[in-house]
């Protein structure tokens, strides 16, 4: 099956740095690759995703990357807020079975 | 939030008890999944469903068994509790959007076996 992995599982930035988080999938058929965020004791919610047939996706201040020939993908963050503090999680899919990384804690000090 | 309600939200547990856990969603979603999360180890996938009784195991499968009797609820069971199933456990649907088939989920349910 699908394996996921991310790098790193904890980045610390000062605010107004850019983060970026990295992963990569094992399995070449995936073809969906979302992003989740998730806040201190809430629910994992979507901020980003991209198709594999497209490179590039940005919304405001993140964007991702997608290389499918290396099979892997990146989240990036600019001018980062102490908000953005959370554990962002990528994933791999293809049809419906979905993958996760183990998740980045992110931390930004202001 | 894709209409999704877990209960009961927080339970603790004496190992060796049995214990069901319900998510429900209002929206009509064919696929709907448990997850359990754990440090370090991300989200992992216990089992899904995509049908009224038509259900798999995912990657987290062992001590847990689920049923769907009904579209709008998906029940988790763990037959036995033990300590390592302390966790918190999300469910979830894949509802279509333009990129692909996401997953949203629902608030958490937060087990503790002791």
């Known amino acids: 099956g699908e394996n996921v992995e991310q790098h790193p599982s904890t980045l610390s930035v000062q605010e107004g740095d850019s983060a970026v988080i990295k992963c990569t999938y094992s399995?070449?058929?995936?073809?969906?690759f979302p992003w989740y965020k998730q806040e201190l004791g809430k629910r994992p919610q979507l901020i980003i995703d991209?198709?594999?047939?497209?490179g590039e996706k940005k919304d405001q201040r993140i964007a991702v990357t997608l290389n499918k020939t290396a099979k892997h993908f990146s989240l990036h963050i600019t001018e980062t807020q102490p908000e953005d503090s959370a554990v962002y999680f990528c994933?791999?899919?293809?049809?419906?079975?979905?993958?996760f990384g183990a998740g980045t804690r992110l931390t930004v000090k202001p | 939030d894709a209409g999704i309600t877990q209960s009961p939200r927080h339970k603790v547990t004496e190992t060796g008890t049995p214990v069901t856990l319900r998510c429900h969603q209002t929206?009509?979603?064919?696929?709907m999944y448990w997850y359990r999360q754990d440090p370090g180890h991300g989200l992992r996938l216990i089992h899904y469903?995509?049908?009224?009784?038509?259900?798999d195991k995912g990657e987290v499968s062992d001590g847990y068994s689920v049923s769907r009797s009904k579209t709008e609820d998906f029940l988790l069971t763990l037959e036995s509790a033990t300590s390592s199933q302390t966790s918190v456990y999300f469910c979830?649907?894949?509802?279509?959007?333009?990129?692909?088939?996401?997953?949203?989920f629902g608030e958490g349910s937060w087990l503790t076996v002791v």
């Open positions: 979830a649907i894949s509802k279509k959007v333009y990129s692909g088939n996401t997953i949203y």
């Open positions: 399995d070449s058929a995936s073809n969906y």
């Open positions: 994933a791999a899919s293809k049809g419906n079975d979905m993958r």
């Open positions: 929206e009509n979603h064919r696929y």
């Open positions: 991209i198709r594999s047939n497209v």
């Open positions: 469903s995509y049908g009224v009784k038509d259900t």
